[in-house]
T-cell receptor, first 110, second 111 residues
Framework: DAGITQSPRHKVTETGTPVTLRCHQT?????MYWYRQDPGHGLRLIHY???????DKGEVSDGYSVSRSKTEDFLLTLESATSSQTSVYFC?????????FGQGTRLTVV | SQQGEEDPQALSIQEGENATMNCSYK?????LQWYRQNSGRGLVHLIL?????REKHSGRLRVTLDTSKKSSSLLITASRAADTASYFC???????????FGTGTSLTVIP
């Protein structure tokens, strides 16, 4: 794996609670991404970052926020988790060209 | 959405046979990439083909790109049981900053 660590790897949370997922890279890549993967939908882009404090929305950004205060860390926050946000979340990094993925975080909202 | 679509959704072949999967996309691209995902794991990059390339090889993999038809194909030759996985194509945005994935082809190689 290309120096990407996602934490936690698994989480169960209750509806309405805030949740933060962390992505940490050691590759010094400029671009970082958060995707969610659901059956029948493939991977869908939630948010991405093109530098420290520079972020933009993806296809399915509603209900999610992100922050990048350091090159190596990209945080995804669910302000108030809903059952529809039960999914597997993947972080990816890129320096233009190919993207490298983390191992994923399985989030269950009950 | 710029999301690509893979075809077929599922493919089952015998070990040693070739596997071909296709990807269609909607808008102009700079690059197209193919990824593999083993069950419960993250995606692994296989190959990148640029919009000005028509064919690319990497080991047992052969990728073609037809930008006039907005389609690509991935051929895995002499398949092995270890090739069993889901395969995704990904296209980039016109700025090259974002990657859009299809829903994948699930490949099963029977020993």
């Amino acid at each position: 794996d290309a120096g990407i660590t996602q934490s936690p790897r698994h989480k169960v949370t209750e509806t309405g609670t805030p949740v933060t997922l962390r992505c940490h890279q050691t590759e010094n890549h400029r671009y970082m991404y958060w995707y969610r993967q659901d059956p029948g939908h493939g991977l869908r882009l939630i948010h991405y970052s093109y530098g420290v404090k520079d972020t933009d929305k993806g296809e399915v950004s509603d209900g999610y926020s992100v922050s990048r205060s350091k090159t190596e860390d990209f945080l995804l926050t669910l302000e108030s988790a809903t059952s529809s946000q039960t999914s597997v979340y993947f972080c990816a990094i890129s320096d233009r060209g190919e993207a490298f993925f983390g191992q994923g975080t399985r989030l269950t909202v009950v | 959405s710029q999301q690509g679509e893979e075809d077929p959704q599922a493919l089952s072949i015998q070990e040693g046979e070739n596997a071909t999967m296709n990807c269609s996309y909607k808008t102009s691209i700079n690059n197209l990439q193919w990824y593999r995902q083993n069950s419960g794991r993250g995606l692994v990059h296989l190959i990148l083909i640029r919009s000005n390339e028509r064919e690319k090889h990497s080991g047992r993999l052969r990728v073609t790109l037809d930008t006039s038809k907005k389609s690509s194909s991935l051929l895995i030759t002499a398949s092995r049981a270890a090739d069993t996985a889901s395969y995704f194509c990904a296209t980039d945005s016109n700025t090259g900053n974002q990657f859009y994935f299809g829903t994948g082809t699930s490949l099963t190689v029977i020993p």
